[in-house]
């Protein structure tokens, strides 16, 4: 028996099996089902309330803790250093014109002067021990307390020199003593001054960064607050329910955490700034005042030391002038300007310093300095009269005498120039104090309410997912 021949195509091949789900795409896909159901939705929107109340308060634990460190630093670090550092100048400033008042007395110098001297290298020296210990990674300030620390050996050791022939009446002593003086202005100073510039430079640093304000907290805090609302309007229009208790206490956890976070950083910012304007601003300008008085007063000295041996060269209108002589009027100029019955000039150093003064005992002690440099430039033109119609013996006396003499008007301007820096010293710490103070628990309460609004997040999302069991 015989087929007839079969006609069309063959069959197509089975076609292969579907690879078999992983664990974690299973997991997904039952994920995205869930979430297409009430249910799901609340239990994505309570861990997306509960992760972004969280967020806020870390951010905010975060940045205030920042803040906080910057603040500290101002208060306990960088601005005690910047005062140590000027200090430092002020110290060897001292040493110098005190060095000099010394030299001047003649082979018998006073106990009293050579105390002095002796007392101002040993701050210097202390000081500059505390400082190498707590400049931190600051390379340019350690380099110029490296400079100082080799240089005031050098210093001290001429200073010796000038005293030892002095008191054998020899003429080299004057010698020693400008070369002294020449290292104490041209090296150990501008080291000095850069040192202070460096930490007075870290000190801004510390006030931008504790002042600075926490933007990331505050938008981080706004999304959360943001999330919360439309959580709970979504609840009203979904079961017509006004309140729900969980996600209410999340929003009012939320809120004071904001209200706290602003508010308590614009306390702390006014309180901050109010003691770099009225505080560290004034101790700079007066630290300023008093080395330009220390310095003029060791022109002042100078000049009766080297007796013209020292003029200015460089071409100008002071060419061929008695050097510490110029240098005495451009101190003065700085200090007071061309003051006019009696009051410092606009602009000048004393005048800057009664304007950042913000109350009368901050204020008196300057008016007082104002007036004793005013007596202080009179008997330094009758000083000079002297001189230079060759009385040495009364211009000398009129120097350094123990009254009626432009050192006791001297002593006079420093005395008040200091007791305006120790009022300013405290006003600064106690502005400082207040601002960082504004940021006490502020860290820990972020952190303890954010966790308690998460709770009260999920704890919300929680009853209203029990309706459907």
Avoid: C
Avoid at 77 to 101: E, G, V
Avoid at 134 to 157: C, D, F, H, M, W
Avoid at 232 to 257: C, D, E, P
Avoid at 348 to 372: F, H, I, Q, T, V
Wanted: no cysteine.
């Amino acid at each position: 028996m015989s087929y007839p021949p079969t006609t069309g195509r063959a069959a197509p091949p089975p076609a292969p099996a579907a690879p078999p789900r992983t664990a974690w795409r299973e997991g997904l896909d039952r994920a995205r089902a869930a979430a297409t159901t009430e249910p799901g939705r609340l239990r994505v929107i309570g861990a997306v309330l509960a992760a972004l109340v969280v967020a806020f308060g870390a951010v905010t634990a975060w940045q205030v803790s920042d803040r906080q460190t910057a603040a500290d630093a101002v208060a306990e670090r960088s601005q005690p250093l910047s005062a140590d550092a000027a200090q430092i100048y002020r110290s060897l400033a001292d040493a110098d014109t005190t060095a000099t008042r010394g030299f001047l007395a003649g082979g018998q110098e006073p106990a009293q002067v050579r105390k002095r001297y002796v007392q101002d290298i040993d701050t210097a020296s202390k000081l500059l021990v505390s400082a190498a210990a707590n400049t931190g990674g600051s390379a340019s300030a350690r380099e110029e307390i490296r400079k100082i620390n080799q240089l005031l050996p050098v210093y001290t050791g001429l200073v010796d020199s000038a005293r030892a022939n002095n008191r054998q009446g020899l003429p080299l002593g004057g010698a020693y003593l400008r070369y002294a003086n020449d290292t104490m202005r041209s090296r150990l100073l501008p080291a000095a001054g850069r040192l202070y510039q460096a930490e007075t430079a870290r000190l801004g640093d510390d006030y931008e960064d504790a002042e600075a304000w926490p933007w990331a907290a505050i938008g981080t805090g706004l999304v959360a607050l943001g999330a919360l609302g439309w959580a709970q309007r979504r609840h009203y229009q979904r079961t017509n329910r006004v309140l729900n208790h969980g996600m209410l206490a999340a929003t009012a956890a939320s809120t004071v955490v904001m209200l706290w976070l602003v508010v308590g950083h614009a306390v702390a910012s006014t309180e901050l700034g109010d003691s770099n304007d009225h505080g560290a601003k004034s101790l700079q300008v007066l630290n300023e005042a008093r080395i330009d008085s220390l310095r003029a007063r060791a022109d002042e000295n100078l000049t009766l030391v080297a007796r013209g041996a020292v003029v200015v060269d460089e071409d100008g209108s002071n060419k061929g002038k008695d050097a510490y002589e110029v240098s005495y009027g451009s101190r003065m100029s700085a200090l007071v300007g061309k003051s006019s019955g009696g009051r410092p000039a606009e602009g000048s150093l004393l005048d800057k310093a009664r304007a950042l003064a913000d109350d009368d005992a901050g204020r008196e002690p300057l008016e007082k300095a104002a007036d004793r440099v005013k007596e202080w430039q009179v008997r330094h033109k009758a000083a000079r009269t002297a001189d230079d119609g060759g009385d040495y013996k009364t211009a000398l006396t009129k120097v350094i005498g123990a009254k009626d003499s432009t050192g006791e008007s001297f002593d006079a301007v420093d005395s008040k120039l200091a007791e305006a820096l120790a009022h300013e010293q405290r006003e600064f710490q106690q502005a400082a104090d207040d601002g960082r103070g504004a940021f006490t628990a502020m860290a820990l309460g972020a952190g303890v309410l954010a966790v308690l609004g998460a709770a009260g997040a999920l704890l919300g999302i929680g009853r209203r997912l029990s309706e459907y069991r």
